[in-house]
């Protein structure tokens, strides 16, 4: 195996094994079955709950929703878990993100014993925003070490227009009177290559986009999830199906150089 993929792998791993549910997840929660639904439901209502866990001889054994309580006890209305609805919280954020693809909440095992919860809202904290953007970040070095391969004389240029050029040239120049050691690509804004990609054919079947107008969609998510991540925005209510492209493509993410593909 070469050094560059003994090192993508070890970066793979970084980021599919090092970030987990456990990352993300809250307590869930829980009552006896017997409690009464008035004293279940005010706590709900309190602290904004829509699920509780329902305890059976010491043990969650299930959950309630909120809508679904009426009168008695609890444990009246408790649902047991599901296969689907459960994972171990040593699970990577892939799969989660998976899961709550379809799903509106999972519930997370410690030790074999369901004690936590994770929802869409989770995966705004910081454990994912910074998983998101470091495979972003990944995305564009793999997409400049693509044009570079392919223009290694500068050739790109003329895929772009002289305001993008001009924006980039000048960035150059500041870095260089900070004595920072870059070259022009490195100037580039993560669209500019996403486009240079795109208009040249070559580039283009080598990232694996069949049409310039697919490739130029998933560019702007994955450039919008970026903004949004950068500014601290609301990644879900924006970005969620982007989110869900890029974990269900992290082979490709992993593998992107010259001859390889980026998620659509």
């Not at 993929?5 to 987990?20: G, M, P, Q, V, Y």
């Amino acid at each position: 195996m070469s050094e560059n993929a003994t090192a993508r792998d070890h970066l793979k791993r970084i980021f599919t094994e090092n970030f987990s549910v456990a990352d993300v997840a809250e307590p869930l929660v829980s009552f006896d079955a017997a409690t009464g639904v008035a004293d279940v439901r005010q706590l709900m209502d309190e602290r904004g709950y829509e699920v509780v866990g329902v305890r059976e001889q010491g043990l969650v054994t299930g959950y309630v929703n909120k809508e679904e309580l009426d009168d008695g006890a609890c444990g009246d209305a408790m649902r047991r878990f599901e296969e689907g609805e459960v994972l171990a919280e040593s699970v990577c954020l892939p799969t989660l993100v998976g899961l709550l693809n379809t799903a509106p909440r999972v519930f997370v095992t410690s030790l074999g014993r369901v004690g936590g919860i994770a929802t869409r809202s989770d995966l705004l904290k910081p454990p994912v925003r910074m998983w998101l953007f470091g495979m972003i970040t990944i995305i564009e070095m793999g997409l400049a070490r693509a044009i570079e391969g392919r223009f290694p004389d500068e050739g790109w240029k003329a895929l772009l227009s002289a305001g993008r050029l001009e924006k980039a040239e000048t960035l150059l120049a500041e870095r260089k009177r900070r004595n920072q050691e870059l070259d022009l690509l490195d100037c580039l804004q993560f669209s500019d290559k996403g486009l240079i990609t795109l208009k040249d054919e070559t580039l283009r079947g080598q990232i694996g986009y069949a049409s310039r107008n697919r490739g130029e969609q998933a560019i702007k998510g994955l450039e919008a999830l970026r903004n949004n991540l950068a500014h601290a925005q609301d990644i879900i209510a924006c970005d969620f199906d982007t989110i869900v492209r890029l974990t269900e493509n992290l082979d490709k993410v992993f593998a992107i150089r010259p001859g390889t593909n980026v998620p659509d």
